[in-house]
């Protein structure tokens, strides 16, 4: 059914006739976050896209012109990994080597053979989105548009190049932005737990300068005099150029049998230094300025070692400074109160470095290996852990060392450890407008709420400088020319500008149209340039601004999350053109994507929107949860229990999968998927409507039903009802959606269908079919249709399927001047005239009334199709009382009793009743069975078994038979007793006491523990 509705769909352009009958003037603006399309798409792929489908078609039903642009992000480290596993690759010089070019022709083929998979998922699932007129961001027009946003950014002083520790990732060999860090987090990563002496220079002047006022008349003798430091990260020592100490605290020192410790004196219990005992104790200023000796002197290991102020200048110093420092940063909770300081790893080293004029040795090059002669040389730098601490042991300088298990970063792209280094990057300064990204953020909805000054506003609140560099190549270049002469940079924002700057070099190289070098490199026009990545315009040289001299360009790319964010402008290639478009296509309205992103996404789309225009990208952002598996755990292919979305289509189809997805839990919760979840969602829900629909559609033909409007006064209290809370319905299912909130519109349809089904069609059903009153029968059909319609169009946002075949069944086989989709009706709205809040109370108590009888009869284990006499009922009020007896017939048929008596609680407490209770409300049933309640009982019973045998004999349903039966005399005298009734029920002309024909259809029973013989025939 669903294939053939998405043919109807895509013969018919009914996704595109819902945009172009709507008026340009009712915009509502929709952004789609790009899909990263470097692999096949998942199950929690879906999730999102599905959101977004949802809120859509709704506001096209509403009246509103909902553009929806799809979008694909196609650069970044995701594919340049998936390449490199194909090539076999793990490092950037096999990349070089083997030639960007080459290199990054396969990514973009690599791209593009996941596209199509993107886009025939996308159309399965059922989401409109234009995929015709995509935005790709490795389309020339959009890195062009990029370009221009780098260009605006840098004239207003926003972009630099400049020396902080970054997060860097060594297998991958760029740095990554503060966003991409918080998305591979790990909590449960086991380091080493270390303390490491270091031994103080000529401790006697440290002895002469404390005693008598410190350590009370005690001097300290000629043994080595060290400060215990504590890290988790053993490879850095060999960094080490100071330590840190809190100038206010106290520090103790500690006399053992071979040395003396300082160490905080709060934190001694829990460094747990038995065999020590405290000599004497002292602050932390007074520490300050001593020097101590290197664990590893770089000028022993051939390592290179700098100046911080002079990074540039690569300065070597023979002889390097080890000085205690002052530092508020200094713990008092863990540690030992002493902080190992290498200023080339870690920012908070980094900055006091530079504050404080200490060394910098970085014996750690960009492939993450320790370099120089030391023992680990050559190790990467997790795996030389151990071989520092077995050095540092051999040398008596390991005091002790455990493991601890603490919260680490790991690449999100290829899981290794990132380690903190400083070094060049080109940065942009969004710390210049945190004022104005937070108060932007006050101006957008997120649903849900506490994500605006939670997560988001967090985030906001301790902004840093966006580092959008990364050293890589298949990416947006970076579009900074820097002049060979003078050092001179400058911004390129469009090609435009390049082929000026281009133009400006000397004669020699312009006008030329054959190949030709320049500098020892192959150089390319401009005009030539078709493809925009590396290494085509690596190639193009422009003329310095300063001093004329020749510049290239710098070789980083961009961030892929720049990308990403400035889909906003580069989806309509402006300001080059679709000024207009753009105009009428900013800021959106609507946005959505799993909570991960609000420091991916939803940040790289506010901070530039700000940055540019001072105002917020959207307004409104749904923040989803993310999905796992039934027991909870995230997907991946190592554990297996990845779910391929086409297996749960092809077994359920993709409506199954979309209201299991909305209604299961609400959007920002984790979604636990399963198959058999999806099988359950079917079953209870999409098939008890189903179900609905059919019975319609049987009875509807039958009676050749014509859709027409009947008299008022031919309506039951039971059509009012369900008319009334299709109405209300109406107007919960558009205040959730208008609050953004499908979880909370699904439930509530799912609770209306349920009451249709099993309430309304159920007590109902005889007036479908036995009903000889042409207008009960008529208000009957008309109300069911009236019901299944509205339904149609609530649900068509939802589960857009199922809502158009129903829609084409019911509406255009009567009325061919509807709309030719359910997709291009008006989403329905209430009719306050039709609601009835208390008829609605009363059959809401009615219902509960029922279901508290039939809970009884359960508790006493007797069937519903038993007859009882009496149904005894504790009403709380008259008001109650009055409503029960209003609908005393319908709650008589459901739980089945002959008569309804109001009683007190305590009249309850009598050997024959079964009592059941929800709260205030407490209900019984008499449990005595008469003679002739059991043979009426009995007669129920035989009319279910003939009813199921017609059905076992394929007879249709309008189909008159001839019933035969043979049973003792008890049975017997019941079927005589109630032969009118039996034969009315099963549409039999005629009952027979008789051996039955051998052609009829015949089955053996036992009923109330007696034997009969059934036959069914169809009547001549």
């Given amino acids: 059914m669903e294939k053939q509705i998405l043919q109807f769909w895509k013969e018919n352009r009914i996704f595109e006739k819902s945009i172009q009958g709507k008026s340009e003037t009712s915009r509502y603006v929709f952004y789609e976050g790009p899909p990263t399309v470097n692999g096949s798409p998942g199950i929690h792929h879906v999730l999102s896209r599905l959101y977004k489908d949802v809120m859509c078609r709704y506001k096209t039903m509403q009246g509103y012109r909902v553009s929806r642009k799809a979008g694909w992000d196609t650069h970044g480290l995701p594919v340049e990994m998936e390449v490199e596993k194909e090539l076999g690759f793990d490092s950037k010089d096999q990349i070089e080597g083997y030639g960007i070019a080459k290199f990054n022709r396969r990514c973009f083929e690599n791209v593009h053979k996941y596209l199509k998979e993107w886009e025939t998922l996308t159309e399965r699932i059922g989401y409109w989105v234009d995929m015709d007129h995509p935005y790709i961001t490795l389309e020339n027009s959009y ?56 031994k103080l220079c000529n401790p006697l002047s440290f002895q002469k300068k404390t005693i008598g006022t410190l350590l009370s008349g005690e001097s300290l ?139 910098f040795v970085q014996p750690v090059d960009l492939k993450g290996r320790v370099t120089g002669s030391y023992p680990f040389a050559g190790k990467f730098v997790k795996d030389a852990d151990v071989l520092v601490l077995t050095d540092l042991e051999s040398r008596g300088l390991l005091y002790r060392s455990g493991k601890i298990t603490h919260s680490y970063p790991f690449c999100w792209r290829c899981d290794s450890p990132l380690l903190y280094y400083a070094k060049l990057a080109w940065y942009i300064r969004t710390t210049a407008v945190k004022d104005a990204l937070i108060s932007g953020n006050t101006e957008i909805n997120w649903y849900p709420d506490h994500i605006k000054h939670g997560r988001f506003g967090d985030w906001l609140n301790n902004n840093v400088d966006w580092a959008f560099s990364r050293e890589r190549y298949w990416g947006t270049p970076l579009p900074v020319w820097r002049c060979q002469k003078c050092n001179h940079v400058q911004c390129i924002g469009s090609k435009e500008e390049l082929q000026a ?275 009960d029968k008529q208000a009957a059909y008309f109300t069911l249709y009236q019901c299944l319609v509205g339904l149609c169009k609530l649900l068509a946002p939802l589960v857009p399927f199922i809502a158009e075949d129903i829609y084409q069944n019911l509406v255009l086989s009567w009325d061919t001047s509807a709309p030719e989709s359910v997709h291009l009706t008006d989403f329905p709205v209430s009719d306050e005239k039709m609601i009835n809040r208390q008829l609605n109370t009363d059959v809401e108590l009615a219902i509960k009334v029922s279901s508290l009888g039939r809970a009884a009869r359960a508790k006493a284990g007797i069937k519903v199709r038993q007859p009882l006499a009496r149904l005894f009922v504790k009403a709380t009020s008259k008001t109650d009382r009055d409503a029960l007896l209003r609908l005393s017939r319908e709650i008589k048929e459901e739980v089945n009793i002959k008569e309804i008596v109001f009683v007190t609680e305590d009249m309850l407490n009598t050997a024959d009743c079964c009592v059941a209770k929800d709260g205030d409300n407490c209900v019984a049933i008499d449990t005595e069975i008469s003679d002739e309640l059991l043979a009426e009982g009995v007669s129920r019973e035989v009319v279910r078994r003939l009813q199921n045998m017609r059905k076992t004999a394929n007879l249709n349903i309008t189909d008159q038979i001839i019933s035969y039966y043979q049973a003792d005399e008890l049975l017997a005298k019941v079927l005589v007793d109630f032969n009118d009734y039996i034969k009315r029920e099963t549409l039999s002309l005629q009952l027979i006491e008789s051996y039955p024909p051998s052609q009829s259809y015949q089955e053996k029973h036992q009923i109330s523990g007696k034997d009969i013989l059934l036959a069914v025939i169809k009547a001549d």
């Fill in 501 to 775: 700057g281009y133009s400006k070099l000397s004669g020699e190289i312009t006008g030329k149209s054959e190949s030709v070098t320049l500098e020892g490199k192959q150089i390319r026009n401009p005009e030539q340039l078709e493809d925009f990545h590396r290494p085509y315009v690596d190639e193009i040289p422009v003329a310095c601004s300063e001093c004329g001299a020749v510049m290239w360009r710098v070789p980083e790319v961009i961030d892929c999350w720049f990308d990403s964010g400035a889909m906003q402008i580069a989806q309509w290639h402006y300001p080059f053109e679709n000024e207009e478009e753009f105009n009428c296509n900013y800021p959106a309205d609507f946005i959505c994507e799993a909570i991960d992103q609000t420091r991916g996404w939803f940040y790289s789309l506010h901070a530039l929107s700000i940055l540019l225009f001072n105002q917020p990208s959207y307004k409104n952002v749904i923040c989803l949860g993310h999905v796992v598996d039934e027991r909870g755990e995230k997907m991946s292919k190592s554990k297996g229990n990845v779910i391929d979305p086409w297996q749960v289509i092809d077994s359920y189809g993709a409506d199954a999968i979309r209201w299991n997805l909305l209604a299961a839990v609400p959007g920002e919760n984790t979604h636990r998927f399963s198959a058999q979840m999806v099988q359950e969602t079917m079953r209870k829900v999409l098939l008890t409507l189903w179900n609905t629909y059919s019975f319609f559609t049987l009875y509807a033909n039958i009676d050749s039903f014509v859709p027409s409007e009947p008299a008022q006064e031919a309506y039951s209290n039971l059509d009012k009802w369900i008319l009334s809370e299709l109405n209300i319905l109406f107007k919960e299912v558009t205040t959730t959606l208008d609050n953004y909130d499908p979880t909370s519109a699904t439930r509530h349809i799912q609770t209306f269908i349920d009451n249709l089904s099993n309430y309304y069609v159920r007590r109902n059903r005889r007036r479908f079919w036995k009903s000889e009153n042409d207008s």
């Fill in 143 to 198: 890195i062009e548009s990029c370009w221009w946003i780098i260009k605006q950014l840098w004239d207003k002083g926003l972009v630099y190049q400049g020396y902080k520790v970054v997060p860097y990732c060594p297998r991958c060999g760029t740095s990554l932005s503060s966003h991409e860090v918080a998305l591979g987090y790990r909590d449960d990563t086991e380091d080493p737990s270390v303390y490491i002496k270091f």
């Fill in 221 to 359: 003798d000629n043994r080595p005099l060290y400060l215990l430091a504590w890290t988790t990260t053993p490879w850095t020592l060999p960094g080490n150029t100071a330590l840190a100490v809190s100038d206010s605290d106290e520090y103790s020192i500690m006399k053992g049998e071979d040395d003396y410790l300082i160490v905080a004196t709060q934190l001694i219990d829990q460094i747990d230094i038995k065999e020590y005992i405290e000599m004497g104790k002292l602050t932390g200023a007074d520490i300050i300025g001593l020097r101590y000796e290197p664990l590893f002197n770089p000028h022993d290991y051939n390592v290179v070692r700098i100046s911080l102020p002079s990074l540039n200048a690569q300065q070597t110093k023979d002889n390097l400074d080890y000085p205690v420092i002052g530092a508020d940063f200094v713990s008092m909770e863990e540690g030992t109160g002493i902080v190992h300081i290498a200023p080339a790893f870690g920012e908070i080293d980094f900055e006091n470095g530079m504050k404080k004029g200490l060394d």
